[in-house]
């Protein structure tokens, strides 16, 4: 079972200041999390990761300093397997 997190808990599991989370929270780039009781709410690590996951995925090819890393690791991760053969 994956443990709740509060809001101050998960902004930490994110690396982000309080602000920072509240702001993505309410522009829809983070989930809006779980009500545990009228004035708290929740998230779990697992949901925030796959969030995160999902708008680095969807920056990654339209983002030209993304792409430039994402060519170079491969072209790496490339010459690493040819040497190994």
Same mark, same amino acid.
């Given at each position: 079972? $994956? %443990?709740?997190? #509060?809001?101050? !808990? %998960? %902004? *930490?599991?994110?690396? =982000?200041? &309080?602000? #920072?989370?509240? *702001?993505?929270?309410? !522009?829809? +780039?983070?989930? *809006?999390?779980?009500?545990?009781?009228?004035?708290? *709410?929740?998230? #779990?690590? !697992? !949901?925030? /990761?796959?969030?995160?996951?999902?708008?680095?995925? +969807? +920056?990654?090819?339209? /983002?030209? &300093?993304? +792409? $430039?890393?994402?060519?170079?690791n491969a072209k790496a991760a490339a =010459?690493?397997? %040819?040497?190994?053969?």
């Amino acid at each position: 079972m $994956a %443990a709740w997190l #509060t809001q101050a !808990e %998960a %902004a *930490k599991h994110l690396r =982000l200041g &309080i602000r #920072t989370f509240r *702001k993505r929270v309410a !522009e829809g +780039a983070l989930p *809006k999390g779980h009500q545990a009781s009228d004035r708290r *709410k929740v998230w #779990t690590a !697992e !949901e925030l /990761d796959a969030a995160v996951r999902g708008i680095n995925d +969807a +920056a990654g090819p339209s /983002d030209p &300093i993304m +792409a $430039a890393i994402n060519a170079a690791n491969a072209k790496a991760a490339a =010459l690493r397997g %040819a040497q190994s053969r």
